[in-house]
């Protein structure tokens, strides 16, 4: 069973940390998985840096800017990963935008992941769409699962076929805004939170988007299986450095 749905069949709510490969300096990019391993952490994606990250807010635009004015590249990135498994076993995904991934080879870099141990991918500019008809099948030989996102405005319709073509969670942006938005949530989100999980999915449900503490982690992981942090962990890694990783992750708890 792919490691992913493995976490996913726990019985608790999973933390998944979103960061920067490449930030705050170009060789942190394994030590921090291995410390948000060590801290409890459950997923952990890894952000591939690109040049217009348009689903992302502030905090990780510049966090990508910065990464790749050091030199980070999708190369680079699968360079530092390629013993990352003989240090952790939890989950690891890769998110970044398709456009990289095509220039890299759709295949040739879902290989690199299959090889390295990835076991998701998150592209949110790929259309569900598009990755049924043209990419399922290279997906599937490389046993990496793709994660779909749906938002507010997603239709039922919509929700449904995504969750047709999915096989292990969808990944639920809380609002329609980029990264990074105000500390907790108002009755309009939890209302959504709790639409989408009557609609009973056969996929388990991830929220991402305005996560930053342990209130904001128990209503959103409320009517869910858990939560996605990338903003505000970012934040703690440019003020605190490493040091700052396992008090942050003990801290939702």
């Known amino acids: 069973m792919n490691r992913i749905n493995k976490a996913l069949a726990q019985d608790k709510k999973l933390i998944s940390i979103y960061f920067t490969a490449g930030y705050p300096l170009l060789e942190d990019t394994t ?16 952000g591939l840096p690109y040049s217009d990250p348009l689903a992302d807010g502030p905090v990780i635009q510049k966090s990508s800017e910065h990464a790749l004015r050091s030199g980070m590249s999708t190369q ?20 970044g935008y398709f456009n990289a991934m095509l220039q890299f080879g759709v295949e040739a870099f879902c290989k690199e992941c299959e090889a390295i141990g990835i076991d998701g991918i998150i592209m949110p500019d790929l259309p569900i769409d598009i990755f049924d ?18 938002t507010p405005e997603t239709s039922p319709e919509r929700i449904k076929t995504i969750d047709n073509l999915g096989d292990s969670f969808v990944y639920m942006v ?42 904001s982690f128990e209503q959103a992981s409320r009517y869910t299986s858990g939560c996605i942090i990338g903003s505000e962990f970012i934040r703690r890694l ?11 992750i003990k801290s939702l708890k």
């Open 133 to 150: 008809s043209d990419y399922k099948s290279i997906f599937e030989a490389t046993g990496l699962k793709f994660i779909p996102l749906i």
């Open 174 to 215: 809380s609002s329609s805004s980029t990264t990074g938005g105000e500390k907790g949530f108002g009755e309009e989100a939890m209302a959504y939170f709790k639409r989408i999980s009557d609609l009973k999915l056969k996929n388990k449900l991830m929220v991402g988007f305005g996560i930053k503490d342990a209130f």
């Open 238 to 248: 440019t003020s605190d450095g490493l040091d700052g990783i396992e008090p942050f």
């Open 76 to 95: 680079k990135l699968f360079n530092q990963l390629k013993d990352i498994r003989n240090e952790v076993d939890i989950p690891l995904i890769v998110m």
């Open 31 to 46: 030590e921090i998985i291995k410390q948000l391993a060590d801290a409890g952490t459950d997923v952990i994606e890894i």
